[in-house]
């Protein structure tokens, strides 16, 4: 879950909401109640891998709106070197031959999908560290359905007990992605074809995900 914690990084006077939500955590009978409402919720929104729980702790990711400002910056400036290298890598076989393509990947790279970005269903995945800088871990360029976990995950934690104290204290809002990333998806299908998009939710047999 991405949450902002709506709190002004130049703010000095103001109580570190990650030390409050973690002091109402003290509560026992609160603590208990909301991991209960988190295991039912996630059950009830088939929230699970297998058998397991997406998610086992009562934090969310809470983020202060200077940091959320700074992610969006540093993505979009990671996003974009990866499009111009993309745009390198297209137009210059040595450079190529550094990924070491077998010549089926290398014919399929160089296909025109259609539309400009190569993967518009493509994320950064990274971490923020306790300095408040993000830092990424990878590109992740086939699968968007964290996005969707995400976003029903942020509902389940709205209707903790816990959160639900916290936020009568502290502002805050929820960031949801799945819209956007089907709004980019539809949009990479329009440009290349007037005919209704057929979307599919595949994956390997065997697996739990689906």
């Known amino acids: 879950m991405a949450a902002r914690a709506l709190t002004r990084r130049s703010s000095k006077t103001a109580r570190d909401p990650l030390v409050a939500y973690h002091e109402l955590l003290e509560d026992p009978g ?18 699970v891998f297998g058998d397991r729980p997406l998610c086992v702790s009562l934090r969310p990711n809470l ?3 200077w940091q959320y400002a700074a992610v969006n910056d540093a993505s979009q400036t ?32 160089l296909r025109d999908p259609g539309f400009r970005a190569a993967s518009p269903s493509a994320r950064l995945d990274g971490f923020i560290g306790e300095d408040g800088v993000i830092r990424f871990v990878e590109y992740n360029a086939e699968s968007p359905a964290g996005m969707a976990y995400n976003d ?59």
């Open 30 to 47: 609160l603590a208990e109640a909301s991991a209960s409402a988190l295991a039912e919720g996630q059950r009830e929104r088939r929230l």
């Open 63 to 65: 983020i202060s709106d």
């Open 78 to 109: 990671i996003y974009g070197a990866l499009g111009r290298l993309e745009r390198v890598l297209m137009n210059d076989e040595d450079l190529r031959r550094q990924l070491d393509l077998d010549p089926r990947e290398e014919a399929l790279a």
């Open 152 to 210: 029903e995950l942020a509902q389940v934690f709205g209707s903790l007990p816990v959160m639900k104290k916290f936020r009568a204290k502290f502002p805050c809002q929820v960031v949801p992605t799945r819209g956007r990333q089907l709004t980019a998806m539809l949009r990479a299908h329009r440009s290349r074809s007037d005919s209704a998009p057929t979307i599919a939710i595949v994956d390997w047999r065997g697996l739990p995900t689906l």
